[in-house]
């Protein structure tokens, strides 16, 4: 797995993207779904939910209730995603483009790769 914040989630886009048999899930926090450098093309992978599902077992994004322009763009993907049969996922925690999103966020994400410890058992 490899994940990322803010431009670090950028990175892991293009590091998980770039090497498919190397990571087998992508944690975005606080960043956009889209790769920075236009000069990389993965829309193969997109274009094939089976092989992308194949490939990624899981696309985990967030964000702080508060970055509303980053939520306004990012919900309405990963929903057609979802629907259109690829493993998205998208969660908001409450605050901005700060810590305490993201600490969720790497909780949540982590528990999704360690098959979904219960709340009471977790020491995250």
């Given at each position: 797995?490899?994940?990322g914040?803010?431009?670090?989630s950028?990175q892991a886009?293009?590091?998980?993207f770039?090497?498919?048999?190397?990571f087998?899930?992508?944690?975005v926090?606080s960043?956009?779904l889209?790769?920075p450098d236009l000069?990389?093309?993965?829309?193969?992978l997109?274009?094939?939910?089976d092989?992308?599902?194949?490939e990624?077992?899981l696309l985990?994004a967030?964000?702080g209730?508060?970055?509303?322009?980053?939520?306004?763009?990012t919900?309405?993907?990963v929903?057609?995603?979802?629907?259109?049969?690829f493993?998205?996922?998208?969660?908001?925690?409450?605050?901005f483009?700060?810590w305490?999103?993201?600490?969720?966020s790497?909780?949540?994400f982590?528990k999704?790769l360690?098959?979904?410890?219960p709340d009471h058992?977790s020491k995250l």
């Open positions: 797995a490899v994940a914040l803010s431009l670090g950028a886009f293009v590091a998980a770039s090497h498919l048999e190397l087998g899930y992508l944690g926090f960043g956009a889209s790769v000069s990389l093309n993965y829309s193969a997109f274009s094939d939910k092989q992308f599902n194949h990624l077992g985990y967030s964000a209730t508060g970055e509303t322009d980053l939520i306004r763009t919900r309405p993907w929903e057609t995603m979802q629907k259109n049969g493993h998205i996922q998208f969660e908001t925690f409450e605050g483009h700060e305490s999103p993201w600490r969720k790497l909780r949540e982590a999704k360690f098959k979904e410890v058992e």
